[in-house]
């Protein structure tokens, strides 16, 4: 089957880095979509990896590993406004987007 | 990024009646869009894929006859809850992906109903 693995929830500090991890195992690999969703809005889009290595967008970054199943998202400078629900999606051989549960993070002053 | 509008933004209707979504891509032709259910403090669930000028494909135990989806253009799709009951009382959201598949998905901003 297919599955989507990140951590239910983390907390962190404002002003700190935090690294959310995200493990996968598909039927195929078309790069893989990170997503942020704040309580009671839709997602918007992070980041998209096809390539390993590392992808810097300012305070946010994306590592991808295909080799291992795994990437992370990288935050640094924390900041409140960085409290939300961060989402992992692999996109598969049929171009379908495979969802993880969700990763809350919680940041603190 | 691209965007994607949905209308209405919240709706309250009574059980029993019917309502309809609209999914509008409005700076990118959507050749593939994606309806997709959340309940409170759960994750997303993918309803139902629809393709420009043909039938939507249902994940399974979506009622398709309760669902109805129809993607007439290529910047419009629309999703009517027919008879809706207060269990499908929930946040629905659209995403739209331009051609070549590879291409990101962009989400709508939801639709929150209520059925009472």
């Known amino acids: 089957g297919q599955n989507i693995d990140q951590p239910t929830e983390m907390t962190a500090t404002e002003g700190a880095i935090v690294q959310i991890n995200c493990t996968y195992q598909?039927?195929?690999?078309?790069?893989l979509f990170w997503y942020q969703q704040h309580a009671g809005e839709a997602p918007t889009f992070l980041s998209y990896?096809?390539l390993d290595g590392l992808e810097e967008k300012g305070r946010f970054s994306s590592f991808l590993s295909r080799s291992k199943g795994y990437s992370y998202l990288l935050l640094k400078e924390l900041q409140m406004k960085d409290s939300a629900s961060y989402l992992c999606?692999?996109?598969?051989?049929?171009?379908?987007?495979?969802w993880g549960a969700g990763t809350k993070l919680i940041i603190k002053p | 990024g691209a965007v994607v509008s949905q209308h209405p933004s919240w709706v309250i209707c009574k059980s029993g009646t019917s309502v309809k979504i609209e999914c509008r891509s409005l700076?990118?032709?959507?050749?593939?869009m994606f309806w997709y259910r959340q309940f409170p403090k759960q994750s997303l669930m993918l309803m139902a894929t629809?393709?420009?000028?043909?039938?939507?494909?249902?994940e399974q135990g979506v009622e398709k006859d309760k669902f109805l989806i129809n993607h007439a253009s290529l910047t419009l799709s629309t999703l009517t809850v027919t008879s809706a009951h207060p269990e499908d009382s929930s946040f629905y959201i659209c995403?739209?992906?331009?051609?070549?598949?590879?291409?990101?998905?962009?989400f709508g901003p939801g639709t929150r109903l209520l059925v009472l």
């Open positions: 995403s739209a992906r331009a051609s070549g598949g590879r291409e990101t998905q962009y």
């Open positions: 700076d990118f032709q959507a050749t593939t």
């Open positions: 629809s393709n420009e000028g043909s039938k939507a494909t249902y």
């Open positions: 598909t039927s195929g690999f078309n790069g």
């Open positions: 990896n096809v």
């Open positions: 999606a692999v996109m598969d051989s049929n171009y379908q987007l495979i």
